[in-house]
């Protein structure tokens, strides 16, 4: 049998694993739910379980190594998650030591974001890139940064943090202490707080504003316009700051590509001229959801 | 006698050239002029002399090699200058090649602002780390990015134009195309142009306005408070994609470090929680006009 590796992927609902082999291929895989009400021992414990099932499932012989993303900010050289919106009970919680002592080997702790950047390089859209940038377009937008074929984590596992660009220095509040970060104008928590602007009541969705952009609505178009701008503001930011080929975006923000993208192009094709006079790429990213488990399994292979 | 190599650094007007050894110690210096009016290939000829003069001096035997830094993008794998302002007639030209025949040895080529930064790195102020960022205020403002101590360059060495971060975008035009880039808001030329706004006359010059922001002058002081606050935009934006422990600044604007340096830190604070929630530091680099020099030395050791 061929070597593989497992990867696990912790989220604020779901807890995924799966052994991968050196081609990409799963050859097994665990889903199961984040019962964060449990408190982090057991979410730790549910953690251990699923990656020993697959072990033991497909033997230790061929187990090349373990890799294990997580949401938050994570010390590095400690394996310490030290501030986790999406995982309460979490925070100064040492979950890399824990794992390895439970079970009893090596474990590589990463960043959700900076996993699923590196599942892109490894077998998603940048594959054939060693220098790329990920945008996570969700409730919130995380980043990854991967030159020469490895995580930009800078000093204390920071780096990284692209929703936080200042697309607009007087636009909206964001909780970090800023005003106008990209996630507080191009994702889809964005996008609805814009749809509420427009007149579009309170408790409409992104899903809601996408059909209406469909239907034609002007309302719904302008909003994945600015959308579409915020992000060319801050993709031509980063193309001047780079020169990487490749820039990836992902979630399911992505259904509206088509309103979105014409804008950015063309926002970032104008405020850049290191992407006008290259052959940069934007581009959807590939590997979906599961971009964070080829990532973690990616880091089980030396 | 220890082993050396000679850096050479071409700018628009200075032609230095110097023999550095292992330990940062200048063996032997030439400085010229560089003489625009005579063409490229007789530029190229005083590079030449300058590096010959310095290898004659001090022996072949113990020169471990030669890097020279030039203003202007440059396509890495070839050598070649493909556009620099600073450097007309020089468009399109193989420096690097035309250098290694006439010298009959390896040449490292490398962009200036780069350099400056490797020359930070190596002997100047981030000789402590392995990740910063360089921005050179002057007439415009450059920019290097060392990560894991290399030089990123990106995929057609245009890497580093953190001059053109956008920090407001209906700021100021630039000729990139962009807006409200930093280089419109915080360079010397950026201070002139604001001291103009301000009813300062045509002629005033950088220096006049830092006078006057001695003397008390409110307008003068303001106008550092806008080019501070613009600095406290990019590197919040740098803070939060890279997490290095360093961003350096040089140019002979720092000489108003008292005056644009406490409104760049309030803005960077505030705007940042990677830079407030970590020991990130902002500092004056400390080589002065001969990083580049010392950037351009450190490419000749292997």
Known sequence: MARYAIGLDLGGTNLRA????????ILHKVAGRTDLSAGAD??????????????RHLGETNLAGIGVGVPGFIIMEKGIITDSP????FENYPVRDALE???????????????????????????????????????????????GGRVVHGFVGMGGELGHITVNPTGNPCGCGNRGCLEKHASATAITAMAKLMGFGDGVTAEAV????????DKAVEI????????????????????????LLSGGVLAAWDFFAPPMFEECRRRSF????????????????????FGAASLGFP
């Open 101 to 147: 002592e439970r079970l009893g080997c090596r474990v590589h702790l990463e960043n959700d974001a900076n996993a699923a950047a590196l599942g892109e390089k490894w077998m998603g859209a940048g594959r054939e890139v060693e220098d790329l940038v990920l945008l996570t377009l969700g409730t919130g937008i995380g980043g990854g940064v991967i030159c």
């Open 42 to 55: 057991m979410v730790i414990g549910d953690m251990v379980d699923a990656i020993d099932a697959t072990r």
């Open 210 to 217: 996408y059909r209406m952009a469909v239907e034609g609505n």
């Open 224 to 247: 994945y316009r600015v959308m579409g701008e915020s992000l060319g503001i801050a993709l031509a930011n980063l193309s001047n700051i780079f020169n990487f080929p490749l820039y």
């Open 274 to 293: 290191v992407f006008r006079n290259t052959a940069t790429r934007i581009e959807k990213a590939s590997l979906g959801n599961q971009a964070g488990l």
């Open 86 to 89: 999406n995982l309460p009970g």
């Open 18 to 25: 799966a052994a991968i082999d050196a081609s990409g291929q």
